[in-house]
């Protein structure tokens, strides 16, 4: 492998590498059960990917991707979840779970016009500019129901965590700094039921 000069220096580039990610598969198959129960039957392969995701320019932790007709054939499987192994040793285990439930929540199975599952995948429910929404307000219904989803919090304080609902116009930070969480449940049983 030839160096790469960066900046009169010369930088040694790092092979893309791929590794089966099977704490990635174990929580998927949590969260599938309780979810995502119309992928209980799509062979999704998880990969972690040595170095970091961008996407348009954005760090991106996790993606899937439908396999085209050759992959499946060759390798039997609908979908493949690609990590940034890098990225997500960072994230403690609640994000994890969140970025994992996100990426899974793109793949939905419908039926074809014959009645035949079919594999798609879906675009998010919102993508909007948070300057937009600064000068416009909820000027969408899906936008709307965002702001309405929002108003209900889970905070977390080390193993300890507490769904708030906010007041409209309360700072979700500020609120979530002030809360008591003494005899509140223990993180643990929530991932355990997940």
């Known amino acids: 492998m030839k160096p790469k000069k960066k900046s009169g220096k010369e ?13 990635v598969a174990d929580i998927s198959r949590g969260l599938i059960r309780k979810f995502h129960t119309d992928l209980i039957n799509t062979k999704i392969a998880y990969l972690y990917k040595n170095k970091e995701i961008k996407s348009q320019g954005k760090m991106v932790i996790a993606f899937v991707t439908k396999c085209s007709g050759i992959v499946k054939v060759l390798s039997e499987y609908d979908a493949i979840m690609i990590v940034s192994y ?3 040793q960072q994230l403690n285990e609640d994000q994890k779970i969140a970025i994992i439930d996100h990426a899974l929540t793109h793949l939905f199975v419908d039926e074809d016009s014959t009645g035949a599952p079919k ?33 209900t919090v889970t905070v977390y304080e080390g193993k300890k965590k507490k769904v708030i609902k906010l007041k409209p116009g309360e700072d979700p930070v500020e609120r979530a700094c002030a809360e008591d969480f003494d005899n ?5 049983e929530f991932l355990d039921s997940v």
């Not at 600064?134 to 989803?149: A, K």
């Open 119 to 151: 594999l798609r995948i879906l675009a998010h429910d919102v993508e909007e500019f948070s300057a937009i929404i600064e000068r416009h307000g909820l000027y969408q219904q899906d936008l709307v129901r965002l702001g309405q989803v929002i108003q």
């Open 11 to 23: 930088t040694q580039k790092i092979p893309i590498q791929y590794d089966p990610a099977e704490a």
């Open 184 to 188: 509140e449940e223990d993180e643990d």
């Open 86 to 88: 890098p990225t997500f």
